[in-house]
């Protein structure tokens, strides 16, 4: 018999595989090259995505 927390741990598992299943299938695919550079890295393009491109 499973003890409490073998039983939480194996209900957390099979939880967040099927969350992460689910969003896999539920989600439009991504077009990489339709995304914005997280960073610039000197190629003088402004920085458009990441948390720390918004306006000032």
Do not use: Q
């Not at 539920?26 to 890295?41: D, G, H, K, Q, Y």
Request: charged fraction near 10%; proline fraction near 9%; glycine fraction near 8%.
């Amino acid at each position: 018999m499973l003890s409490i927390t073998a039983l939480r741990r194996w209900i957390f598992w099979i939880g967040l595989i099927a969350f992460v299943a689910w969003d896999y299938t539920a989600s439009a695919p991504v077009n990489l090259r339709l995304e914005p550079p997280i960073f610039a890295a000197g190629s003088g393009a402004p920085v458009s995505g990441g948390h720390c491109a918004r306006p000032k």
